[in-house]
């Protein structure tokens, strides 16, 4: 899969497209849907397939500060959408000048003028061009004046809810990572690097890893059951997510104890996988207790597959 950043990259003898638009946070099973569709399309159209996105977060740039956090990094997202099998992905710079782009002017000279588009595939939700005001409405108005397919792909129900970003991020954040797992098609995973921590928990007899998240968490805080992945390999583990509230600390910590597993993880890069909640944060009224009760977490994640 090819990735032009910029429309100045963009060659001017590139063949047609069917292109996907979206931002596509987290490559969930709905943005799934529509990049697949326009693979579908493209192929039997015979012309390219292509995912147009973006890079910032629109809410990034118009709400500063209250902006959505990010599910996926701009590289996870790139790497998930070549799964979908489109031939490539054009990566545009969000800002409040494209922002300003009336949303005709959008079609016409961006995604008709610019990228070639054939064919244009959006998602149920989704907005484009000054004041949000194009859709999938929109594109089929302009299809038969300006001579393109318009497909608008409905939304794809899980759990009868209409899979979307904002539903993983509110599911992440009650805690409930088996859901998200279920609109994403995958685990919620963060990605970062072990660092030296208090060495509270090998204290206790149940040594962890402390990771330094890529990017903000959108998980809420208490005790997973995961799966942290370091130099090509995959480890069970118990993740703990919280300020260790037993000892009286108020900084959040990413802490991950690896089942069956010995070795040094100091300086790795790792990958994270959040499979399900086991419980919330607690504070103990000993240290014998806390211990107690990690020993409880273990059991639990061993019984559930980890």
Not at 248 to 256: D, N, S, W, Y
Not at 288 to 299: V, Y
Request: net charge neutral.
């Amino acid at each position: 899969m090819r990735i032009v950043r910029g429309l100045e990259s963009f060659p001017p003898d590139a063949a047609p497209s069917a292109i996907a638009l979206g931002v596509f946070d987290g490559v969930h099973l709905g943005h799934r849907a529509i990049l697949g569709t326009a693979v579908t399309r493209a192929r039997a159209a015979g012309i390219d397939a292509l995912a147009c996105t973006f890079d910032r977060h629109p809410g990034d740039v118009l709400q500063p500060g209250r902006a959505p956090a990010i599910i996926t990094t701009l590289d996870d997202r790139l790497a998930l959408i070549a799964e979908t099998g489109v031939d490539g992905v054009v990566v545009l710079e969000f800002t409040r000048e494209l922002a300003a782009i009336e949303p005709e002017a959008f079609v016409k000279d961006i995604l008709l003028g610019r990228l070639r588009a054939r064919d244009i595939v959006v998602g149920f939700n989704h907005r484009f061009g000054r004041g949000a005001r194009g859709d999938a409405r929109l594109l089929e108005s302009l299809a038969a004046r300006l001579g393109f397919q318009a497909h608008e792909v409905p939304p794809l129900l899980v759990d009868g809810v209409p899979v979307s970003s904002s539903e993983i991020r509110t599911a992440l954040q009650r805690g409930d990572a088996a859901a998200a797992a279920r609109f994403l098609g995958r685990p919620y995973a963060i990605a970062g690097s072990v660092t030296v921590g208090a060495g509270r928990g090998r204290s206790l007899g149940f040594p962890t890893a402390n990771i330094e998240p890529d990017r903000p968490l959108l998980v809420a805080r208490g005790v997973y059951r995961g799966r942290l992945e370091a130099d090509a390999r995959r480890h069970p583990c118990v993740v703990n997510v919280g300020v260790r509230p037993t000892f009286g600390e108020r900084t959040l910590a990413v802490e991950a104890h690896l089942l069956d597993f010995t070795g040094d993880l100091y300086g790795r890069p790792v990958r994270l996988d959040f499979l399900d909640r086991l419980r919330d944060e607690m504070r103990f009224g000993s240290v014998d207790e806390l211990r107690a009760q990690i020993a409880r977490d273990i059991a639990a994640a061993r019984a559930a597959g980890g």
